[in-house]
C-alpha cells in the first residue's frame, strides 16, 4: 500500500512536470478574443484590498450568463490581487485548475472502470485510468481553457462538477449520516459552485442520472427510492423549463437569433455537424483543423445543404441506440457515449450561442476517452497480440497529443505566430482574418505605408471585411491603418464603415466599434475630422436594430469624444442629454453630467447632483472622480 501510494505521487509529480514543459511557451501569451470584457475592462477584477466591498464588487463584475458566474470572478479579481492583469500569471493558475481536474478525472475513472470491471487487475485498472487521464490532460482539444484565461469559467465549473459526482458517488456507496454528508456536500456546496463559475454546471444532475441508471443500476440489480426520485425530480425539472422556454416570459433568450446569422432551425440541423467535427478533432486529432474561431462552418439550411447534415443526424440516433444496446452489456460504454451528448446539451442545441467552440468539449471528451478506457482495460486483461496492441495505441494516441499539443502550445506563446497561424489554417474565418490584422497593426512596421507589414495587415483587414458583410471593426481597423501610416483615412473606407453600422444587423460586439472610435479620438490615433466622426455616431444611432440602452451608450460616448477630443462643451452636453433622456438614472453618466455643469459654471446644479450622487455606487476609477469633485467643492466625501 505504501509502495503504491508513493509510486502514485511519483507519477502526479511527473505528469506535473510535463504537463507545465508542454504548456510553458503558451504561458506566455497574451490576453485575447473575450479576455476583456470579463478580465481586463471589468472594474471589480481590480481588486487591490480585500475588503469585504471590494470582493462583493469582484464577485458583482461579471457580465456573461445570467448570474455574471461570480465565482469565476472572484478567481480572476484575486489573480489581479496577486499578480496585477499579467497574463502568465493567470494562465498558469488556469494550468494548476486544470491539472486539479485531472486528478479528479483520475478518482472518477479509476472508480468507474473499477465498477465496470470489477474482477480485473488492480494494476490493469491503474494503468488504464491513467491512460484516460493523461489523454484528458495532454489532448490538443484541452488547450483553450488553460491558455485563452477567461475560459476558466469552463475549468473551474468543470472541477467543482467532477468533485461533487464523486462525492455523490461516495454517498451512494456510504451508508447513514455519513452517506448524508457527502451527499449534502455535493448538492450544496459543490453543485452551486460548479453553476456559479459557468452555467453548464447546471448539467450535473443529468450526469448523476446518467450514473444511477448506468453504472450504480447495473452494480446493485436496480433503482432504489433516492435514484427513482431523482429521475422524478429531473423530469420535473426539463419539463419546468421546456414551459419557461415556450412561456412569453422567455422571449428574452430567443431575441439573441436576431442577432445571429442562422435560426433555431439551422442552428440544430448545424449541431449535428458539429458535434461529429468535435469526435473528429477528438478521436484523430488535425493541427490544421484546430482554431480558436471557427466562424468558417458552413451553416446547415436544411437536411441535405450541406448533403453531411442527414448522415450526421442518423448518426446521432445511432449514437443513442449504441448507448441504448450497451446499457446492460457495457454500461462504461453506455455512459461514455451519453456522457459526451450530456456535455453538449446546453451549449450545442437551442440557445442561440455561436455555432462552434473547442473548449466546450472539456467535459464531454471525457465520456469518449471512458470508453477508450473501457476498451483498454479489456485488452490488458488479455495476454499475448491483445494486450500488445491496446498498449501501442494507448502510447501512440499519447505521444500524438502530446506532439499536437506543444505544438498549439508554442502558437499561442507569441500574438503575431497565434494569429497567422489561425489565419492560414482558416482562411475563410473573417475573425481569425480580422485578429491577424490586427496583431500586424500593432507592430512598428506597420507604420510604415511601404512596408510588407502594412499592406498584409491591410490585405487581412480587407478579406475579413469580404468574408463577413456583416463585419465593422475591419473597417475601422483599416481607417487606423492608413491614419499611423501618416495617410488620410480613404473615404471610401468611412463610407463604407458609415453603411455597415447603419444598415446592417447591429451585434453585441458591434458597439466595440464606437468606443475604440471615441477611445482613439481622444488619444490622437486616429485621424478622422469632426465631421467624419459625428457621422459614423449617427449612423450607428440610425440603425433601427440598436435598443435604447445601446442608443443611451452611444450618446455617452459621444459626448466624451466631443468634451475630450473637440472640447465642444455644448454639443457634449447636447448628447449626453440625449444619453440621459433614455437612460436617466446611469450614474456614471450622471457623473459625467455634474463634471460638464462644474465646467460650464454652473456650481450651484453641480453641487446638487453630487450631493445625490455621493451615496451611490460607482466603480473605483468613478469613485476617485467623485470623490475630487466633491473635493473641488469643498463637500467632504462620507
Not at 452555467?199 to 453504472?215: D, I, M, N, R
Request: glycine share 6%; with cysteine.
Amino acid at each position: 500500500m505504501i509502495r503504491t501510494r508513493y509510486f502514485a505521487a511519483a507519477a502526479a509529480v511527473l505528469a506535473a512536470a510535463l504537463l507545465a514543459a508542454i504548456y510553458w511557451p503558451g504561458l506566455h501569451g497574451n490576453f485575447f478574443f473575450d479576455d476583456g470584457p470579463s478580465i481586463t475592462l471589468a472594474d471589480g477584477v481590480r481588486l487591490e484590498t480585500l475588503s469585504s466591498e471590494s470582493l462583493r464588487q469582484a464577485l458583482a463584475s461579471g457580465g456573461a450568463g445570467p448570474s455574471g458566474r461570480p465565482v469565476a470572478q472572484l478567481s480572476f479579481a484575486l489573480n489581479h490581487y496577486f499578480s496585477g492583469f499579467n497574463p502568465f500569471a493567470f494562465k498558469a493558475t488556469n494550468l494548476a485548475i486544470h491539472f486539479a481536474c485531472g486528478l479528479l478525472v483520475l478518482a472518477l475513472s479509476r472508480r468507474l472502470l473499477g465498477t465496470a470491471r470489477p474482477l480485473a487487475q488492480q494494476r490493469n485498472l491503474l494503468i488504464a485510468s491513467g491512460a484516460v487521464t493523461a489523454l484528458w490532460l495532454l489532448h490538443p482539444i484541452q488547450l483553450l481553457p488553460v491558455l485563452h484565461a477567461v475560459q476558466r469559467m469552463t475549468s473551474l465549473s468543470a472541477f467543482f462538477l467532477l468533485a461533487a459526482l464523486l462525492l455523490h458517488i461516495r454517498g451512494r456507496e456510504s451508508a447513514g449520516r455519513v452517506a448524508a454528508a457527502w451527499l449534502l456536500l455535493a448538492w450544496t456546496v459543490f453543485w452551486p459552485l460548479s453553476c456559479l463559475s459557468k452555467e453548464s454546471g447546471l448539467l450535473f444532475p443529468v450526469f448523476v442520472l446518467a450514473w444511477e441508471l448506468l453504472v450504480r443500476r447495473n452494480s446493485v440489480g436496480h433503482l432504489d427510492r433516492f435514484a427513482r426520485g431523482l429521475m422524478a425530480l429531473t423530469a420535473l425539472l426539463l419539463a419546468a423549463g421546456l414551459a419557461y422556454a415556450l412561456s412569453a416570459r422567455a422571449q428574452w433568450l430567443w431575441a439573441g437569433y436576431q442577432l445571429r446569422p442562422f435560426s433555431l432551425t439551422e442552428r440544430l440541423l448545424t449541431e449535428s455537424r458539429v458535434l461529429w467535427f468535435y469526435l473528429d478533432l477528438i478521436v484523430a486529432p488535425n493541427l490544421k483543423a484546430f482554431g480558436l474561431y471557427h466562424d468558417d462552418f458552413v451553416v446547415s439550411t436544411g437536411l441535405l445543404t450541406p448533403w453531411t447534415t442527414l448522415p450526421a443526424l442518423l448518426g446521432l440516433a445511432g449514437l443513442a441506440l449504441l448507448a441504448w444496446w450497451t446499457r446492460r452489456r457495457a454500461p462504461l460504454v453506455a455512459l461514455g457515449i451519453l456522457w459526451f451528448l450530456i456535455g453538449h446539451a446546453l451549449e450545442s442545441t437551442v440557445l442561440p450561442l455561436e455555432l462552434v467552440h473547442e473548449h466546450r468539449n472539456y467535459l464531454p471528451v471525457l465520456g469518449i476517452l471512458m470508453v477508450a478506457g473501457w476498451a483498454l482495460t479489456l485488452a490488458l486483461e488479455r495476454q499475448g497480440t491483445h494486450r500488445r496492441i491496446g498498449v501501442m495505441l494507448a502510447a501512440a494516441a499519447l505521444g500524438y497529443s502530446l506532439l499536437v499539443t506543444a505544438l498549439r502550445s508554442h502558437q499561442f506563446g507569441e500574438e503575431v505566430r497565434r494569429t497567422q497561424v489561425e489565419a492560414r489554417n482558416h482562411p475563410s474565418s473573417a475573425r481569425a482574418q480580422h485578429e491577424a490584422g490586427v496583431s500586424l497593426a500593432g507592430l512598428p512596421e506597420a507604420a510604415l505605408r511601404d512596408s510588407p507589414t502594412y499592406a498584409l495587415a491591410r490585405t487581412h483587414y480587407e478579406t475579413a471585411g469580404k468574408l463577413d458583410p456583416n463585419l465593422k471593426m475591419s473597417w475601422l481597423g483599416l481607417i487606423h491603418l492608413s491614419c499611423q501610416a501618416g495617410m488620410p483615412a480613404k473615404q471610401a473606407d468611412v463610407d463604407e464603415l458609415a453603411r455597415r453600422l447603419r444598415q446592417t444587423p447591429f451585434a453585441p460586439g458591434d458597439t466595440g466599434v464606437l468606443y475604440n472610435l471615441k477611445e482613439m479620438s481622444i488619444a490622437g490615433s486616429i485621424c478622422l475630422t469632426r465631421v467624419e466622426t459625428d457621422a459614423v455616431f449617427a449612423a450607428a444611432l440610425a440603425n433601427p436594430g440598436v435598443s435604447p440602452g445601446i442608443q443611451a451608450m452611444l450618446h455617452s460616448w459621444h459626448a466624451d469624444y466631443l468634451w475630450l477630443r473637440e472640447r465642444d462643451l455644448a454639443a457634449a452636453r447636447r448628447a449626453l442629454s440625449q444619453s440621459l433622456a433614455l437612460n436617466p438614472s446611469n450614474p456614471s453618466n450622471r457623473l459625467k453630467w455634474a463634471q460638464l455643469l462644474m465646467l460650464s459654471g454652473e456650481m450651484a446644479q453641480a453641487r446638487q447632483l453630487l450631493e445625490s450622487l455621493r451615496t451611490g455606487y460607482f466603480p473605483a476609477e468613478e469613485r476617485k472622480t467623485l470623490d475630487e469633485l466633491l473635493a473641488a467643492l469643498n463637500m467632504t466625501a462620507r
